[in-house]
């Protein structure tokens, strides 16, 4: 039987602190932390506490507190997940809602990529086996995706991903994320750019003998782990709805269509870390515009591959309307 959910996430913060994927000066924030966990606030309080007289985090004149004794600056950026599951710790439950998201996902992207769907929250509430309010949780975080929407009279439904969209959530990208990446060339710290770059290098030696999964961190690596050292929220949450880009090639690679044969972009994101860690910024973000300039013709084939070629059993709590 798991420990309590406040001893895990003791453990969980303790280890990931300890092991470096929590960084120095990174700020805690309470509700936060809750969010991500999927707990309420008070074993988060009590758990901030503990590290605090333990000396692993401090307080600062800001919210939160910071992780380390002494830290040298502030680090302002999201957490996930992956943080803790590289230190080798998680969070175990019954039913775990974010599991459940993660395949829910699956379903309404590949959907999303063959037009506008239904989605009936009751069947997909006895689908998954679990009560309205986790299937609200889920359909929220896919909502905050840009995966689905609520219409006022209708309900939820999945958000069409066709080649107009497909061009205007690349147009944002193009916009801002070179402007974050610049930005976060002189903030983020240099072991954590030569752990990018590492893992690229053991990707690229042993592709295409590697799982999609690992394609889908290493794009993570660049297109949201390094942003976050961007420094602006707001950019942060606009990016968010960009992320049904990320989701097309994830989804489609780890199961309709097979990896390509050539590098899909190992090379790219190595040329833009490096450039980050010889102070080139500018540089950087120019190299970062090129590759996403390149990335909407390959992601475009993709999808009208897989139009064409591919096929999906659609869920239950799926209806299709049209092909808009």
């Given at each position: 039987?798991?420990?309590?959910l406040k001893d895990?996430?003791?453990?969980?913060?303790?280890?990931?602190?300890k092991?470096?994927?929590?960084?120095p000066?990174?700020?805690l924030?309470?509700?936060?932390?809750?969010?991500?966990?999927?707990?309420?606030r008070?074993?988060?309080?009590?758990?901030?506490?503990?590290?605090?007289?333990?000396?692993?985090i401090?307080?600062?004149?800001g919210?939160?507190?910071?992780?380390?004794?002494t830290?040298?600056?502030?680090?302002?950026?999201?957490?996930?997940?992956?943080?803790f599951?590289?230190?080798?710790?998680t969070?175990?439950?019954?039913?775990?809602?974010?599991t459940?998201?993660?395949?829910?996902?699956?379903?309404?992207?590949?959907?999303s990529?063959?037009?506008?769907?239904?989605?009936?929250?009751?069947?997909?509430a006895?689908?998954?086996?679990?009560?309205?309010?986790?299937?609200?949780?889920?359909?929220l975080?896919?909502?905050?995706?840009?995966?689905?929407?609520?219409?006022?009279?209708?309900?939820?439904?999945?958000?069409?991903?066709?080649?107009?969209?497909?061009?205007?959530?690349?147009?944002?990208?193009?916009?801002l994320?070179?402007?974050?990446?610049?930005?976060?060339?002189s903030?983020?710290?240099?072991?954590?750019?030569?752990?990018?770059i590492?893992?690229?290098?053991?990707?690229?030696?042993?592709?295409?003998?590697?799982?999609?999964?690992?394609?889908?961190?290493?794009?993570?690596?660049?297109?949201?782990?390094?942003?976050?050292?961007?420094?602006?929220d707001?950019?942060?949450?606009?990016?968010?709805?960009?992320?049904?880009?990320?989701?097309?090639?994830?989804?489609?690679?780890?199961?309709?269509?097979?990896?390509p044969n050539?590098?899909?972009?190992l090379?790219?994101?190595?040329?833009?870390f490096?450039?980050?860690?010889?102070?080139?910024?500018?540089?950087?973000?120019?190299?970062?515009k090129?590759?996403?300039?390149?990335?909407?013709?390959?992601?475009r084939?993709?999808?009208?591959?897989?139009?064409?070629q591919?096929?999906?059993?659609?869920?239950?709590?799926?209806?299709?309307?049209s092909e808009e």
């Amino acid at each position: 039987m798991a420990n309590a959910l406040k001893d895990q996430l003791y453990q969980a913060l303790s280890t990931s602190i300890k092991s470096g994927a929590l960084e120095p000066g990174l700020v805690l924030l309470e509700s936060r932390l809750a969010r991500l966990f999927s707990m309420s606030r008070s074993p988060v309080r009590d758990t901030l506490n503990r590290l605090h007289e333990e000396g692993l985090i401090s307080r600062f004149e800001g919210r939160g507190f910071l992780v380390g004794h002494t830290p040298k600056r502030i680090i302002r950026r999201e957490i996930h997940a992956e943080a803790f599951q590289k230190s080798g710790t998680t969070i175990q439950r019954e039913n775990d809602w974010t599991t459940l998201a993660a395949d829910v996902e699956r379903d309404t992207v590949l959907c999303s990529m063959l037009g506008r769907w239904e989605i009936n929250e009751l069947h997909l509430a006895n689908t998954l086996q679990v009560s309205r309010s986790v299937t609200q949780q889920i359909l929220l975080k896919l909502q905050y995706l840009g995966v689905v929407e609520r219409e006022k009279y209708s309900g939820w439904q999945v958000v069409p991903l066709n080649d107009a969209r497909l061009h205007q959530l690349y147009e944002a990208r193009i916009l801002l994320e070179p402007f974050m990446l610049e930005r976060a060339a002189s903030r983020i710290p240099p072991a954590i750019l030569n752990r990018f770059i590492n893992d690229l290098n053991h990707a690229a030696i042993h592709y295409p003998n590697i799982e999609p999964r690992q394609l889908d961190t290493l794009e993570h690596h660049l297109h949201r782990d390094t942003l976050q050292y961007g420094d602006n929220d707001e950019i942060l949450t606009m990016l968010g709805r960009t992320r049904p880009v990320l989701l097309i090639s994830k989804h489609l690679l780890e199961g309709p269509l097979q990896l390509p044969n050539a590098d899909p972009f190992l090379e790219d994101h190595r040329l833009i870390f490096h450039l980050m860690a010889q102070g080139k910024g500018p540089q950087a973000a120019e190299a970062l515009k090129q590759h996403l300039l390149d990335s909407e013709t390959k992601v475009r084939h993709r999808l009208s591959e897989f139009r064409t070629q591919g096929h999906i059993q659609a869920p239950d709590y799926l209806r299709w309307i049209s092909e808009e």
